[in-house]
């Protein structure tokens, strides 16, 4: 909406995005660009970061909207939307962030925070699927996605999902009321699983990303000559659900677009798996996982070499 009511007054037709973006966004990207849109794609570092030099580089004069992921959804990484967003704001371009990864799980305060438009999902904090927000900052107009009853001030309509709804503000409210303590018991399990994983396996084991700027529960690591997807199978069985890329995109076999723009190699992307904690991981469920994983690691590498 934001793009199109632009180009509708002649204020430009271009949009950046980062690389890394879920492909709700970049794919959503791509589809402007096909109607005639301009779009550059943001490249990242190795450790999976936007550079702010690299987005002032990118914005032009006709620049409508900006669009980086709060948290990367498969290597963790936590992006200065802070910095970013202060430099659209300088620009006078929107500045639009994909939080459905961090939202109920790392700070985020959109009165605090140079932030436009903000996407946030209910299943992400164990509430009701089929359930989402977005933020529109006071000023910010939009076109409507769909007409119809004019529903939701006419941007988005439809008969609202009120349990869903409520469900929604009821786990925020938890989530919100619990983040700090979450984060430090996910953080924790994190590390030991780590810790757990490389005493038990023989050879490398690295980690994809930045441990230091990561979304409590997510660890991505690789673990060269073994194939992601047989690791991920093999998991299975033993009843851990792992994923060698995006949840939305599991039945690709496909090497990850974010893995890859961080300068793996394919054959580097395949090797790849993520791990993701949450609230009903507790000691024992690790400890177990990470017995399977090496157990697994292990015996995939011998039979390869």
């Known amino acids: 909406g934001v793009m199109r009511l632009a ?20 794919k959503a990207a791509k589809a402007l660009e096909e109607e005639g849109f301009r779009l550059t794609v943001l490249p990242v570092n190795g450790e999976g970061f936007v550079e702010v030099d690299a987005l002032a580089s990118a914005i032009e004069k006709d620049t409508v909207l900006v ?18 967003g202060g430099l659209c704001r300088e620009r006078g371009v929107l500045f639009h962030t994909d939080a459905v990864q961090s939202y109920g799980k790392v700070p985020l305060d959109v009165r605090a925070m140079p932030l436009d438009l903000v996407s946030v999902s209910s299943h992400k904090i164990y509430g009701p699927k089929g359930v989402g927000a977005l933020y529109v900052r ?3 107009e939009l076109l409507p996605v769909q007409h119809g009853g004019g529903q939701e001030k006419g941007v988005r309509t439809g008969t609202e999902n009120t349990p869903g709804i409520a469900g929604f503000g009821a786990a925020a409210e938890i989530c919100g009321r619990e ?20 005493e038990a396996v023989e050879g490398e084991v690295i980690v994809n990303g930045s441990l230091e700027r990561r979304l409590p529960g997510n660890l991505n690591l690789r673990f060269p000559g073994v194939e992601g997807e047989s690791l991920m199978l ?16 599991s039945a690709s076999t496909e090497p990850s677009h974010v893995l890859l ?43 390869a070499w």
């Not at 271009?14 to 709700?24: C, D, F, P, Q």
């Open 138 to 140: 006071p000023g910010v």
């Open 234 to 249: 093999a998991l299975d069985l033993d009843g851990i659900a792992v994923s060698t890329g995006s949840a939305c995109s």
């Open 7 to 26: 180009a509708r007054e002649g204020r430009g037709r271009h949009l950046v995005v980062s690389a890394i973006e879920h492909s709700a966004v970049l």
């Open 67 to 84: 669009s980086v992921m709060h948290v990367n959804n498969e290597i963790g990484s936590i992006q200065p939307i802070e910095r970013l």
């Open 179 to 198: 983040m700090a303590d979450e984060a430090a018991r996910l953080s924790g399990w994190r590390d030991r699983f780590l810790g757990w994983v490389r």
């Open 261 to 303: 723009a961080l300068g793996l190699s394919e054959a580097e992307a395949h090797s790849s798996v993520r791990f993701t904690l949450g609230r009903s991981n507790d000691e024992q469920g690790l400890k177990y996982a990470a017995e399977r994983v090496a157990y697994h690691v292990n015996r995939l590498r011998a039979m």
